[in-house]
């Protein structure tokens, strides 16, 4: 076990060399560490909080490590991560047995869209013709036979789906006219309006709240940390609060986390994110229990799973409640 730490430590080590080499916690500041699969736009709310000192003022002085979604969990059972941005990857492992669980919600909508060439107008165009996906039993393959089912076409009888990986690659073959719909996402989907291509539909406003990234740690975390598990939360839900009220002093702040991104598109993917964001972290238990179900279908597990099991929204509440009293 010492050696599968040590392993993780090393890779921590490298992953903060080379995502943040000066982000030294300051002495009146606890350092904690935060692993995240990618940097990417869905996350703004932090990187807002942490450059206005939203988390300083919290006595936090967060890390957000890129690390593949494999690490993470091992990373942060052996403590060498605090939290991590995962969402239902956490509610799968706790489900499977893994001591983790989901503490606050960012994102609550589906980020998926179905784009397709100017000449198409409808979904039910697209009979006949093709759609590319990421691969074969992804969430991109749900999302556009979630949009085909809604608008009655059926995927692989009236449609065909192709995999052809990341987003990048499924908008530049959706711009070059070979293929004739992808499901694309933010901030390609900004760029695809851009360039004239037809959104089709928001699988947001089909499927309703689909909670895709939030904030998840340890029960060990929970009972020996409390204080600081409120203090991140309360700093987070800040940071979300500052992002949705100020969108023009977040923008600059944003430019910086993110050069290789015009103003434009960024504003753009920037909109679509604050509204898919929770409000104040939380999501009902309705839309909880349907994702516990989905992922117990996903995992062939028959007993019941109850919420406490993936998620402890106690201190969430107690945090809510501290920032708005008359709720």
């Known amino acids: 076990m010492k050696i599968t730490y040590r392993v993780i430590g090393l890779i921590l080590a490298a ?42 003022s919290e006595g936090l002085e967060p890390q957000f490590i890129v690390m593949r979604s494999g690490i993470i ?18 509610m799968r492992s706790a489900i499977s047995g893994l001591p983790v669980r989901v503490i606050a919600t960012l994102m609550t909508k589906q980020s998926f869209f179905l784009f397709s060439q100017r000449e198409i107008r409808r979904v039910q165009d697209l009979k006949g013709k093709r759609i590319a996906i990421s691969n074969f039993a992804s969430s ?11 608008h009655g076409l059926e995927a692989m009888r009236d449609v065909t789906l192709i995999a052809m990986g990341d987003t990048g690659l499924r908008f530049q073959s959706l711009l070059s006219g070979a293929i004739e719909a ?7 989907t900004v760029m695809a309006e851009q360039k004239g291509l037809n959104n089709l539909v928001w699988l947001g406003d089909i499927v309703g709240d689909v909670p895709s ?46 050069p290789g991104m015009d103003r434009n598109t960024l504003a753009g993917t920037l909109d679509f994110y604050l509204k898919a964001m929770s409000p ?20 062939n597990v028959k007993n019941e799973v109850p919420i406490t099991q993936v998620a402890d929204f ?5 945090v809510v409640k501290e920032l708005n009293p008359s709720q």
């Open 15 to 56: 992953a903060l060399w080379m995502v943040s080499p000066s982000m030294a916690a300051q002495s009146s500041t606890e350092t904690i560490r935060i692993g995240i699969p990618g940097k990417l736009v869905d996350f703004s709310p932090f990187f807002v909080g942490l450059k206005t000192g939203i988390y300083r």
């Open 73 to 90: 969990f091992p990373a942060l059972l052996a403590g060498e991560l605090d939290y991590t941005t995962l969402y239902q990857s956490t």
């Open 140 to 150: 991109t393959e749900a999302s556009a036979r979630t949009a085909l089912k809604h």
């Open 182 to 188: 992808a499901i694309l996402t933010p901030p390609y």
């Open 213 to 258: 990234n939030g904030l998840s740690t340890t029960v060990r975390k929970l009972k020996e940390n409390p204080d600081q598990v409120q203090r991140m939360l309360r700093a987070s839900l800040r940071s979300m609060r500052y992002t949705r009220e100020h969108k023009q002093e977040a923008l600059p702040i944003l430019a910086k986390e993110f």
């Open 280 to 299: 104040d972290g939380r999501v009902s238990d309705n839309v909880v229990r349907e994702m516990i179900n989905e992922q117990r279908a996903l995992l």
């Open 314 to 318: 106690g201190p969430l509440q107690r």
